[in-house]
């Protein structure tokens, strides 16, 4: 099996070829892979490109623990990179990425160091979302977590992510509470979490809990979550650059919570993987 690895601020996937592969990864093996230390090493599995129907690239995400993801920001820059890697897209040339959670359309610049990507609508709609309960928008709820109640928003972008806007935010924090919530029952198909900390109108923190991968450097869709919660609670402007661990990107909210992002892309290199790790691979870790 090939494979491409790439990183966005840290964020790091493989970009793997179904026609290359000539079938479905199983779920053992999705998680061998990504094990770093059993496997490659990775937050992800980008699944591409699809054939679609029109003129789009289909793509699909695995997470580390071999669940699917609807949709992934830094995913997809990377699998936009990857395209560009291919010669199947030209530099600022937009073109369409469909994912579970919804058609997006791209761009490479900067020879494929930096990618913008439109990544759709965010809705705080709680049947959007979901989330359990009347149908609502779910901003500034309380979650009780060892006793101590939070204040969070939820937010969809295609995929589910819950913000806790903070004055202190940490790592710590982050590992600590963010499995926690991750598999709260308010969230039927568990949730990624955000810490935020609103620094001035233009900029915020976050830490991130990822559905599914774990705690994690960087994420674009989390970006996208956590800066349109800051617009709607009227904490920040409609353009802010989102910090995290692995570094910044820059999100821009236009009409009906419309998302723009842009950001980097980092190729790391390409490799063979060897048949043997699925046979090494501790059954204890499935």
């Not at 609807?70 to 995913?75: A, L, Y």
């Not at 779910?138 to 992510?161: D, M, Q, R, S, W």
Request: hydrophobic share 35%.
């Amino acid at each position: 099996m090939q494979f491409t690895k790439y990183h966005g601020l840290g964020n790091d996937y493989l970009v793997m070829s179904p026609e290359q592969v000539g079938r479905n990864l199983t779920k053992k093996e999705i998680i061998t892979i990504c094990h770093r230390h059993y496997g490659i090493g990775s937050d992800g599995i980008l699944w591409g490109p699809i054939q679609t129907k029109d003129r789009c690239y289909g793509l699909r995400i695995f997470n580390p623990d071999g669940s699917e993801a609807e949709k992934s920001g830094n995913g997809l820059r990377i699998f936009s990179r990857y395209l560009w890697d291919q010669n199947l897209v030209q530099s600022d040339q937009p073109f369409l990425i469909d994912t579970p959670g919804g058609r997006v359309k791209s761009k490479v610049m900067n020879q494929g160091k930096t990618i913008v990507v439109e990544m759709g609508r965010v809705s705080f709609d709680s049947n959007k979302i979901p989330v359990e309960g009347s149908a609502r928008e779910v901003l500034n709820e309380t979650i009780a977590i060892h006793g101590k109640e939070y204040l969070f928003c939820a937010a969809t972008i295609g995929n589910p992510h819950c913000v806790l806007p903070m004055k202190n935010i940490s790592e710590t924090l982050a590992r600590s509470i963010g499995p926690l919530i991750e598999i709260d029952p308010r969230f039927p198909n568990r949730t990624n979490v955000q810490f935020m900390s609103v620094i001035d109108r233009n900029n915020i923190q976050i830490e991130i809990w990822e559905r599914g991968a774990g705690y994690t450097l960087a994420s674009g869709s989390s970006s996208a979550a956590a800066a349109a919660v800051a617009y709607k609670l009227n904490l920040c402007d409609q353009n802010i650059k989102v910090h995290m661990p692995g570094g910044v990107l820059e999100i821009t909210i236009g009409q009906d919570y419309e998302i723009s992002m842009i950001g980097p892309v980092t190729k790391v290199g390409s490799g063979i993987i060897e048949p043997e790790i699925f046979d090494d691979f501790p059954r204890r870790l499935l």
